[in-house]
């Protein structure tokens, strides 16, 4: 028997999963790890937290499986993106903790880029907004305060990774020192053009090329893990960006194809094909997980709160005792009855990008019950993702036929069928949720040879339920109405 093994280093926790040859999971295990707060806006992970957890659940998983390292055919990483560890070459050690993707430390250095108007140059080359969400600030941040970081990296004995490159590099005792092109695409220090590490960047942010690792495609033979680990040398063929590693868990690899994951937020992620698509509403373009030389360009948008809104129900207003039970409660109603909750509690990303936006409730009357508070809610959730597909579909002119879901709040029967009700489209939820550990876990096999390519794995791809639209165009149009106008109560701010 063979498996595959992917570890999914995320935000909050690091998994291992292992898959069998039909895609099915054999064995699983995850840890979640510590989230460091030093002042109000940053976050950090300690680097010994993410490898010890991530090193962990790798023996606990091939237990559960009842399996060993002589059963593993090949390793495929998936990780969090933009988080950002610079080590010591000479020792491997970390000069500070990871800066993670949510850290706001760098929002200063990243509104001075857009009032000296290098946001336009930032987004030509690299398809992303100027933010401190994207690792060249975070570098830079560190090679200015680290004492002696400046000094070291001159010298050349920095290395700058993500969370994919700190893993392979640790586990490889040195020897891997590489990325893919989802990660560099997030660092905003990479041209998605030219697929090269850009030199007006690194002199922007002054950083020297010596920090950078090689960067390949998702799906490639990235080297051995040091026998020290699991007792044996394991082969890394696959390293990818967590929201590209579930598009390609879902298979998504062509032009038009759509996924969104329903977690705390949403993250909608489109395949453009090879056309790197400018948008028009402010969605980012970055690259797709493939094997090949030339990546697939891709178009992502995300939902500030998606399933928190759910959470908000449950612990603020305590309409509900639990996320599930939202569903029961939302369809012990036959409609919202014109109340429409836009959940814009952080402000309103994508289409709107109006940061002062706050959370509105409106269309109550004396007749308005829990119920429909708690329906408009899920139906908050559903409108705002209909608002970045419509972006996505205008900004590369293509028709969304259908949507791959995942995440949490995927499980609400209710939430993904009035999703297709409001797109028109089927809403595709797919057997196994664990999908972005699924398309690193694909990725490695393809690249070892277990599977011979996408074609085969679509007849694994099975879906557990497609959501199909009941309404008919007119509701549709009034319901729409009805929600862009409480996006602009939301906006009076
Ligand atoms: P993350 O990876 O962001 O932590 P998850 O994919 O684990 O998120 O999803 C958790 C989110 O999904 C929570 O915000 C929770 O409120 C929401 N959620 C979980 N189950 C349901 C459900 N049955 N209905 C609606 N929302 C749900």
């Not at 040195?174 to 989802?182: E, K, N, Q, S």
């Not at 922007?204 to 020290?228: K, Q, W």
């Not at 360009?297 to 305590?318: N, T």
Request: glycine share 10%; proline share 2%; with cysteine.
């Amino acid at each position: 028997m063979k498996y595959v093994l992917a570890l999914d280093q995320g935000t909050t926790s690091s998994r291992a999963i292992l898959f069998d040859e039909h895609g099915a999971v054999a064995g699983k295990a995850y840890q979640e790890f510590r989230q460091i707060y030093p002042k109000a806006g940053w976050v950090e992970h300690d680097p010994k937290d993410i490898l010890g957890s991530q090193v962990g659940v790798i023996a606990e998983a091939l237990v559960r499986a009842g399996a060993t390292a002589d059963d593993v055919a090949a390793v495929g990483v998936s990780n969090q993106r933009e988080t950002t560890l610079v080590w010591d070459a000479r020792t491997g050690r970390p000069v500070c903790n990871a800066i993670v993707w949510q850290c706001r430390r760098t929002a200063d250095m990243c509104d001075r880029l857009r009032a000296e108007g290098l946001d336009k140059m930032i987004y030509q080359k690299t398809g992303l907004v100027a933010d401190a969400y994207f690792s060249a600030t975070k570098i830079r941040w560190i090679l200015q305060n680290v004492e002696g970081a400046a000094e070291a990296a001159r010298a050349g004995r920095l290395r700058f990774g993500t969370v994919d490159t700190y893993l392979m590099y640790c586990l490889s005792g040195g020897r891997i020192y590489a990325t893919d092109y989802t990660n560099a695409a997030r660092t905003m220090l990479f041209n998605i053009h030219t697929l090269k590490w850009d030199d007006d960047l690194l002199s922007l942010f002054g950083i020297p090329r010596s920090m950078l690792p090689e960067v390949y495609p998702s799906g490639h033979f990235f080297g051995e893990t040091d026998a020290a680990y699991v007792g044996k040398k394991l082969k890394i063929c696959a390293a990818v960006g967590d929201q590209q590693a579930a598009l390609y868990g879902h298979l998504c690899t062509k032009k038009g194809d759509i996924k969104n994951t329903y977690g705390t937020g949403c993250f909608l992620l489109m395949n453009t094909g090879e056309e790197a698509v400018q948008s028009k509403n402010g969605l980012i373009t970055t690259l797709a997980a493939g094997s090949g030389e030339r990546p697939d360009y891709v178009l992502e948008g995300s939902v500030f709160v998606g399933g928190a809104v759910v959470q908000w129900l449950r612990d603020e207003v305590k309409l509900i005792s639990s996320a599930a039970e939202s569903e029961d409660m939302a369809l012990r109603v036959p409609s919202s009855d014109g109340v429409y909750v836009v959940p814009a509690f952080t402000g309103l990303g994508a289409p709107y990008w109006d940061a002062r936006a706050r959370g509105t409730i409106v269309g109550i009357t004396r007749g308005t019950r829990r119920e429909h508070i708690v329906r408009a809610s899920l139906e908050g959730i559903a409108y705002q993702v209909a608002d970045i597909v419509r972006a996505m579909s205008l900004d590369a002119g293509v028709d969304i036929r259908s949507l791959r879901v995942d995440g949490g709040a995927s499980a609400n029967n209710f939430l993904m069928g009035f999703q297709a009700d409001i797109l028109n489209c089927s809403v595709v939820r797919p057997a196994i949720l664990d999908t972005t550990a699924l398309g690193a876990a694909y990725l490695a096999g393809i690249a070892a040879g277990i599977w011979s390519g996408e074609g085969e794995l679509r007849a694994n791809n099975a879906a557990e339920r497609t959501f199909s639209p009941t309404i008919e165009g007119e509701e549709r149009a009034a319901l729409l109405a009805g929600w862009h106008a409480a996006v602009k109560s939301s906006r009076i701010n």
